[in-house]
């Protein structure tokens, strides 16, 4: 259930008090606060549009019919991290490596490529 908005500065406050200062944010100095995403774009909280090219969803952009109904269907069975043994995270992988040279069949599943505490950008 979605919690009920909050001013920029309150949330900031919030994010600073109970958020590690690894998780980082874009502009620091003046954060974007998002609070939605359709299709490549997300809109910050007076409704200004922003062409997503971070997050991850150039391929099928946010809210995507057919992505929402298969996260639904998954997270109605399992919804855990790759730390336990399951048999979709070693179906993906082998339908993954069915696609790629042997040399590049190994995997390490993430759910982001910005999750290094030393990446550059700005703090928190």
Do not use: W
């Not at 998002?34 to 997300?42: A, K, P, R, S, T």
């Not at 922003?50 to 057919?66: F, Q, R, W």
Request: net charge neutral; proline share 3%; hydrophobic share 35%.
């Amino acid at each position: 259930m979605a919690a009920a908005r909050r001013a920029k500065a309150d949330t900031l406050a919030l994010r600073r008090r109970l958020l590690s200062s690894s998780c980082r944010l874009f502009f620091p100095e003046d954060p974007v606060k998002i609070v939605q995403g359709h299709g490549q774009y997300m809109y910050d909280e007076q409704g200004a549009e922003y062409l997503d090219c971070i997050n991850n969803v150039a391929h099928v952009g946010h809210c995507h019919p057919l992505v929402v109904q298969a996260a639904h269907e998954q997270n109605q069975v399992l919804n855990t991290n790759s730390r336990y043994l399951h048999d979709n995270i070693v179906d993906y992988a082998q339908r993954l490596s069915e696609t790629l040279p042997e040399q590049l069949c190994v995997f390490y599943f993430l759910n982001s490529g910005y999750g290094n505490s030393s990446s550059k950008g700005g703090t928190s």
